[in-house]
C-alpha cells in the first residue's frame, strides 16, 4: 500500500520556523521526484517546491526562494520542506507528492496534508 505520511506543521507565529517531513512507504522512493504543494481556501493549490529523484535539483515558487528548503533522505524514504521567515500568507495545508513518467504511464500519489498557520 502507497503512503505518504506529512508531519511537521503547526501554529506558528511571523517569522518563525518549521520543518515539515513526509514519510513515504509502498513505492520505490527513490526513483520518483517529490514535490510539496499547498491549498488555501481562497488560492486554491499552490506548487510550493520540487526535488528530483538523485536530491541535487530543486526548484521553488518565486514566493518561498531565500526561506524555503526541500531535501531528502532516500535512505530513510523521506522529503522535507524546512521553512524560516514565516509569513501569514504561508498558511496553507502543506502536501507531499511524489511523481514518475515511465513511458506512457504517469504514476502519482498524495498524503493527506499537515496544517500550517502563521498568526500572531
Known amino acids: 500500500e502507497v503512503q505518504l505520511v506529512e508531519s511537521g506543521g503547526g501554529l506558528v507565529q511571523p517569522g518563525g520556523s518549521l520543518r515539515l517531513s513526509c514519510a513515504a512507504s509502498g513505492f520505490s522512493f527513490s526513483s520518483y521526484t517529490m514535490n510539496w504543494v499547498r491549498q488555501t481556501p481562497g488560492k486554491g493549490l499552490e506548487w510550493v517546491s520540487g526535488i528530483n529523484s538523485g536530491g541535487d535539483s530543486t526548484t521553488y515558487v518565486d514566493s518561498v526562494k531565500g526561506r524555503f528548503t526541500i531535501s531528502r533522505d532516500n535512505a530513510k524514504n523521506t522529503v522535507y520542506l524546512q521553512m524560516n521567515s514565516l509569513k501569514p500568507e504561508d498558511t496553507a495545508v502543506y502536501y507531499c507528492?511524489?511523481?514518475?513518467?515511465?513511458?506512457?504511464?504517469?504514476?502519482?500519489?498524495w498524503g493527506q496534508g499537515t496544517q500550517v498557520t502563521v498568526s500572531s
Open positions: 507528492n511524489a511523481n514518475r513518467y515511465e513511458l506512457s504511464q504517469v504514476y502519482d500519489y
